[in-house]
């Protein structure tokens, strides 16, 4: 009887090469985010066996089993691959992997794994460098990463061409092919233009907006993931893991972007087995992830409620805008992954947003005093100037603080609290006006400083709040 093997592997280079690589941004993060998924199966397919041996795959990573006797064969097929994955990128991208038998016990297994993955991690890869890369596109006179997969879609692979993910014609005459959205999890929503004939770019995704024009760039990322699958007691619990997470991801992140306050607003970028991307008018992006925490949230309820530790059961986000209309879609990508790693690093479970890492509490205590401040505009007729009152306290008081090791914010404090109260009573009047209005002026107070009026301490969520609204109404 023949023994069992697993091969596991891994694609590193794939967030240096989305960040400095020339050329079409959107279609190499779906070329990018499609490698560890077409990898395997076309592995499977060039050794003659079933699909059913793919165990796990997704995220820059893929898990299958093989017999013994396809050792040999499988590593051929894998540098053939990697070769050819670093000639197309220049170097930025690689396949790394690792073999062992099924034997001990999972834990085993997966050191085992791990210490070959990194012996191969650690070997330098092709010195080809960007320049090669720039090269290539010259000589081709085009991006070769422009094509968009959608879902529906038949893509194929053929080991002529083994760093390729065909589509058309060619895919439709490839040895191997599956369609997208059944046999291979995708996401790819993408809000239509004006006419209805295209995508929409990122200028009209920004027109979109409510209040100031600007479209952005939102990441999320399970809190982790690794952690988590390493916790696993065996293979099938590995492999039920992570299959959960890639479904929920890739299936809940094209629900929701489906949604009527979302649908023509934003468009996914990648969707992989723990993280995802997705460019659209900055309000829009700020709903999604408040939408997609909820139901991450609803998930863990759920799904992982008999399994031990708090590794994989928490979300972190980022939100990065552009700073100017020129600003290039690879470059506020890169932002917003500098902003989620500070997000992380700050505490898991938050999200970084209008300059400022947040707590999901604190994030929904922003949303309801932003939507205080907006109504005191839009509904009591008060000035915006008051708005500019509020952001004059924040740049006048010491910077919030994140305290090392905490997942805590000190807040800023008003060291004369009295000025506060003057200055917003000049805009703010406290008399000659409805109950409406005097209960939302006391809520927005209490909100941004707390009910102790001789201690006034502006709280970091109040700072988002107040630029939300500056969005929001257009003071900026």
């Known amino acids: 009887m023949s023994i069992q093997i697993f091969l596991q592997g891994k694609i590193p280079g794939i967030e240096e090469f989305l960040r400095d690589a020339a050329g079409d941004f959107e279609g190499r993060a779906q070329w990018a985010a499609l490698l560890s998924e077409m990898i395997p199966r076309a592995l499977l397919s060039e050794l003659g066996l079933a699909q059913l041996l793919l165990g796990s795959a997704g995220g820059g990573q893929f898990l299958v089993v093989l017999p013994e006797e396809f050792r040999g064969r499988a590593s051929d097929i894998c540098d053939k691959v990697s070769l050819a994955l670093q000639q197309r990128t220049g170097g930025a991208i690689r396949l790394v992997w690792a073999i062992t ?57 053929s080991s002529d061409r083994p760093a390729e993910i065909l589509s058309g014609p060619d895919a439709e005459s490839a040895k191997a092919r599956w369609t997208l959205g059944e046999e291979v999890p995708w996401a790819d929503h993408a809000a239509p233009d004006d006419d209805g004939s295209a995508a929409a770019s990122l200028d009209t995704l920004a027109s979109r907006a409510t209040g100031h024009w600007a479209w952005g760039v939102l990441r999320g990322d399970v809190d982790g993931f690794e952690a988590r699958l390493r916790r696993s007691d065996n293979v099938v619990e590995h492999l039920q893991v992570s299959q959960m997470y890639r479904q929920f991801i890739v299936n809940e992140l094209q629900a929701v972007c489906s949604l009527p306050e979302f649908w023509q607003n934003t468009k996914v970028l990648y969707a992989s087995g723990q993280s995802f991307a997705v460019v659209g008018a900055w309000d829009s992006l700020i709903g999604l992830a408040r939408e ?63 300059g400022r890492p947040l707590e999901w509490k604190q994030l929904a205590d922003a949303a309801d005093s932003k939507t205080t401040m907006s109504r005191l505009i839009r509904e009591c007729g008060a000035s915006r100037q008051f708005l500019d009152e509020l952001a004059a306290f924040y740049r006048d008081s010491v910077e919030a603080t994140i305290t090392p090791g905490t997942t805590r914010s000190t807040n800023t404090r008003v060291e004369k609290p009295w000025r506060f109260y003057r200055r917003l009573n000049s805009v703010l009047p406290v008399v000659g006006r409805g109950r409406d209005y005097q209960k939302l002026r006391a809520d927005l107070i209490s909100d941004f400083t707390g009910r102790r009026a001789s201690n006034i301490r502006l709280r970091p969520q109040g700072r988002v709040a107040l630029e939300w609204a500056r969005l929001e109404t257009g003071v900026v």
Not at 103 to 131: E, F, N, Q, V
Not at 296 to 302: G, L
Request: aromatic letters at 10%; zero cysteines.
């Open 292 to 354: 997609m925490q909820r139901i991450f949230a609803m998930f863990v309820s759920s799904a992982l409620r008999e399994y031990a530790g708090i590794e994989g059961k928490t979300i972190s986000m980022a939100v990065s805008l552009a700073s100017e209309e020129q600003a290039r879609l690879e470059s506020v990508y890169a932002d917003a992954g500098d902003k989620l790693q500070a997000a992380k690093t700050a505490g898991r479970d938050s999200i970084w947003v209008l």
């Open 101 to 157: 038998e099924d034997l001990g016990t999972w834990a085993d297994i997966r050191k085992r794994l791990a210490l070959d993955l990194a012996d191969w991690s650690a070997t330098p890869a092709m010195a080809l460098g960007l320049a090669y890369f720039s090269d290539a596109l010259a000589a081709s006179g085009t991006a070769p990463f422009a094509t968009t997969y959608r879902r529906g879609a038949v893509v194929g692979w």
